[in-house]
């Protein structure tokens, strides 16, 4: 497939980047090490539905190229990317929200990393941090933060769920060749791309193509989804005590600015910053500007060292 390249590829190419493998709960998670490894800060990244390290990448690049006291570690979901699917869970919150403390703890991160989730891996924080994960700060962008089958998309939902199940049902050529139709992925990507700019659509759409399709298996991808339409973060927030970022979207088609405000006011300590004309794609089109509301939250103030 072509790869487009992206318009953050200066900054990222700038990162200092390791590839790593560790064994969690039984199987291999891989996952991806940004910026200095003795810095200040460490943040360990989720990415959201169906993605895998690649989509948070942007963010990452900006922060860690222009801050050297931050250091993310970007995993691969069980049964997403190049991570195996989990042997000893099901692929259900639970089983995530487990890996998630299982992965911190085998990189002796309990209690200092700062968490960070995205979309789905919103509600894998907060499940998890609910759980009592322990974390000094959480940051959850494009949180989900209301039920899906009770939203303004209810019916959308709905039908997603048919066609997730009917990719499951339907004999594996034919229900693999279903779960990635190129057709359904680039209608997603559409509906979800607010920006007008055609360089930055054509790179978000491939990059949609290129990445939407990388899970292990169809049982995995009908779990995951079954639980991203199933919780949602509102669950979880009045039991998570710690200072807790939302980076939401005033444009936002699957969690209206409303209902943001609303979940704000559910977590104890709560800061929620609203970014204007963009969408569920925030990580894609405005990672400069995330990027810089993560670093005022996650650090002191003063200049980096040179």
Not at 1 to 21: C, H, I, N
């Amino acid at each position: 497939m072509k790869t487009v390249a992206s318009p953050y590829a200066g900054l990222v190419d700038a990162v200092e980047v390791r590839t790593q493998k560790v064994d969690v709960l039984g199987s291999a998670t891989r996952y991806w090490e940004y910026g200095p490894v003795g810095a200040e800060v460490t943040i360990v990244a989720v990415h959201g539905f169906r993605g895998d390290h690649n989509g948070l990448e942007s963010i990452v690049a900006h922060l860690c190229a222009n801050d050297p006291r931050i250091r993310v570690i970007s995993p691969d979901l069980p049964g997403f990317g190049v991570s195996e699917p989990l042997h000893y869970d099901v692929h259900d919150l639970a089983g995530y929200a487990s890996w998630l403390r299982a992965f911190l703890d085998r990189l002796g991160l309990l209690g200092t990393a700062v968490v960070l989730g995205h979309s789905f891996g919103s509600i894998v924080v907060a499940a998890a941090l609910g759980g009592g994960l322990p974390a000094p700060r959480a940051i959850l962008i494009n949180p989900i933060a209301s039920p899906a089958l009770s939203g303004p998309n209810a019916v959308g939902t709905r039908l997603a769920i048919f066609y997730y199940w009917l990719g499951a049902r339907l004999p594996e050529r034919l229900g693999f060749w279903i779960l990635r139709w190129r057709l359904v992925t680039r209608g997603i990507s559409i509906f979800m791309t607010k920006s007008k700019d055609p360089v930055l659509r054509r790179w978000v759409h491939n990059q949609h193509d290129r990445f939407f399709g990388a899970f292990a298996n169809r049982q995995v991808v009908l779990d995951a989804f079954r639980a991203s339409v199933s919780h949602d973060v509102s669950e979880y927030a009045p039991s998570i005590a710690i200072p807790v970022q939302l980076i939401a979207a005033e444009l936002d088609d699957i969690t209206p600015v409303a209902d943001n405000e609303a979940l704000a006011r559910l977590f104890p300590s709560a800061d929620l910053k609203m970014i204007p004309g963009v969408g569920h794609l925030i990580h894609y089109e405005v990672p400069a500007e995330a990027a810089r509301q993560i670093d005022a939250f996650v650090l002191p103030q003063s200049p980096p060292a040179s």
